[in-house]
């Protein structure tokens, strides 16, 4: 079982082992489990006997964001960035917390970077009580997003601005991995936004009133990058039906310059493959001019087909 822990008592936090955490006495304990394992499992019903229901909540193999009000403490699940390699259909890692007066519970199944954030704060001294602890996650996993997100829009912009029939294939690729991104993100941010203000309004004196605040600041944070997120998917989706129709018109022109050669080159087929049979009687067969006239001939005719299209601005795009 990985994880660590801190005691945390008048702006001062103490690193104690995971197993001393329980009868640790302090103002507020912070446990962090770095694996969902049965190990982990056995500790937080054995040792921190906690009820199965919060144990179920925090080691849930799949979970979304979420908040749950659960006698004196509430269960809280969020998504942030991780710096493990995610697959495409869950692009964010999960902390679930269980927090309480005085306690606080955290799991993580992949490494989140938000937790060092927030230890870095803790081991700081500006994390006092458990509302102080879960505002820190909130802003550090929307401060951690956001940037990606922007970033998401700016690549889209780029794409616009480059939009040429010569980089449809390119700009096709950038493109879709852009919406795929932005469809994964906002999956999560739109419930994680109810989860932090179903929280913000859970009555309770271990949160205070400036952790309420923080946690209506991190919703709101929340909104704006779901918003952002789906003007990103409507704005890939138009450039992608763009870059469908480049691709679509480059195909058209290809097919009209080789249908134009077949209509040059169907006539002589047909007057070379007439003069080349095999039989007696053809039209100046015998004469010593007639090959020269028969390629003469079939001169005018390309030359007279493709001054008809260029007539008839076939050329033109």
């Known amino acids: ?3 660590f822990a801190y005691s945390i008592d008048g702006g001062q936090a103490e690193a104690i082992p995971i197993r001393a955490a329980v009868e640790a006495k302090a103002r507020l304990v912070w446990v962090h489990l770095e694996t969902n394992d049965a190990v982990a499992q056995r500790w937080l019903r054995d040792s921190a006997h906690l009820a199965d229901y919060v144990i179920d909540a925090l080691t849930a193999a799949e979970t979304r964001p979420r908040c749950e009000a659960v006698g004196e403490g509430a269960f809280l699940n969020l998504r942030g960035r991780s710096s493990a390699p995610l697959d495409g259909s869950d ?3 999960s902390v679930r917390i269980w927090a309480m007066k005085g306690r606080v519970y955290s799991v993580t199944r992949r490494p989140l970077l938000a937790v060092d954030t927030v230890r870095k704060e803790v081991e700081g001294g500006t994390i006092a009580d458990p509302g102080d602890l879960i505002t820190a996650f909130a802003t550090a996993i929307t401060n951690d997003l956001d940037p990606d997100v922007a970033g998401l829009g700016d690549e889209l912009d780029s794409c616009e601005e480059q939009l040429d029939e010569h980089r449809v294939f390119q ?3 950038t493109v879709s991995r852009v919406r795929v991104a932005a469809i994964g993100y906002r999956r999560f941010l739109n419930p994680q936004r109810a989860a932090l203000e179903k929280l913000a309004a859970l009555p309770g004196d271990w949160l205070a009133d400036d952790d309420r605040l923080h946690l209506s600041a991190a919703a709101d944070r929340a909104a704006r990058m779901a918003e952002e997120l789906e003007s990103i998917r409507e704005r890939a989706a138009l450039v992608h039906e763009t870059l469908t129709d480049m ?3 480059q195909i058209d022109n ?4 080789i249908s134009i050669v077949a209509m040059v080159f169907l006539p002589l087929t047909f007057i070379t493959g007439l003069y080349g049979m095999n039989v007696k009687n053809l039209p100046y067969a015998e004469e010593p001019w007639a090959c020269d006239a028969i390629l003469g001939a079939c001169a005018l005719i390309a030359a007279g087909i493709v001054i008809y299209f ?3 601005h076939w050329f033109r795009r």
């Not at 290809?254 to 310059?257: C, G, N």
Request: net charge positive.
């Open 310 to 312: 260029v007539q008839k």
């Open 254 to 257: 290809r097919a009209l310059v």
């Open 1 to 3: 079982m990985t994880g």
């Open 91 to 93: 692009m964010l890692a």
């Open 247 to 249: 691709r679509a018109e």
């Open 171 to 173: 700009l096709r690729r």
